[in-house]
């Protein structure tokens, strides 16, 4: 089972992607944080395989916060989410530590290729 903490100040967002968690085989949604310092805080704690980190959070920032659970040293892995299709976002949130980089769509599609890069994202980063 892949553990998973959503880090995202809109809770429509957090909704989402725990339902989408939800209703993939292998994965459990085990914690959410509104902002970056709350992220730290819970990936400390619970120490998930992965966090789904929105880089834009009120307060600290997905970047910093990204940052800081790599340098804990834990094997958490970090995937950066942002709707800003900009390399700079990509590029910072790689230089911080993040495992990948994952753009929010604004609408869900019909194909799934999108289901698929999310399910191959995610078979990738479970602790060894």
Known sequence: M???LIA???PLQRLGFRMLLQGTPGMECVGEAGHGAEAVRIAADLRPDVVLMDVR?????GIEA???IVAAG?????????????????????RAGASGFLLKAPAPRKSSPGSTRWRQAMRSSPRD
């Open 66 to 68: 990204t940052r800081r």
């Open 74 to 94: 834990d094997r958490t892995r970090v995937l950066i989410l942002t709707t800003f299709d900009l390399d700079e976002y990509a590029y910072e949130g790689l």
């Open 57 to 61: 959070m009120p307060g600290m920032d």
């Open 2 to 4: 892949t553990t998973v």
């Open 8 to 10: 995202d100040d809109q």
